[in-house]
């Protein structure tokens, strides 16, 4: 919470050096703000840290949004010059320092001494930038119980999948191999935006998982919405009702062909 200085770029032809030289184009801004980007501008945030003298611990600063498209950490060294980190899920994850369910960055900062970090943010649509600096150790523990978390309900989902395809086994019911197919769906949408497959699957392919961030929630609402017109017969019991589901369904698994064009 609090304010945090921040400078939206209309263009996004800025470069640290223009951020540098101009704090004039910072302002104080909510650190819960949300900010109007588009495809073509760049936010930067300017974040002045102090590491206290004594301390021992390195620090991270990350942002638990899996689906943001590129962020650019910059720091300078003593020499003033300035080094940069980048992730995103526009960004293959093997150009990430830490790669990971989220963009995270290795802080270097001197003891005792204040220093100015700048971070660049990119994303198609308008988004808040939620931040949080840890220690290292912290920051390792906290990326240990998320994976467990979210395996967990991965794994508590693929149950379900497995149960409702021994199910069509055994009655060779339609509506069985729907659920478990539909029930796929949801788990590798979970798995898409809590930023599992971006981190295991397609790694090396950002355009992928970059596209998959934006498709598959339109995709699974469509499913969604024919799987339940299905489950309750409503093409039979109510066919306007029905009617109505089905072409918002089909609209919106349609819709998905042109996302992004």
Known sequence: KGDILTWLDSGGQ???ATAVANPGNFAPTSALAYYGLGKTDALWIKLRLLRPIGSTSEWTLNIPNPSVDALVLYQSDAAGNWSMQRAGDTIAQTEWQ???LYPEFTLSLPPGVPQDVFLQVRNFKPMGVPMRLFTARHSE???QLELLTVALMIGSLLSLVVLSFIRYLEHRNRLDILASLFGL????SIAQLNGVLNNFVWFAAPKI???ASGVMPMLLLGCGLLF??????LAIHHQGFGGFLSLIGWGAIFAVLGFGL
Do not use: K, P, S
């Open 228 to 233: 339940v017109r299905n489950l309750f017969a």
């Open 209 to 211: 998982g970059n596209y």
């Open 185 to 188: 769906l949801i788990t590798a």
């Open 141 to 143: 523990g906290q990326r």
């Open 14 to 16: 800025g470069t640290v």
């Open 98 to 100: 830490r790669a990971g």
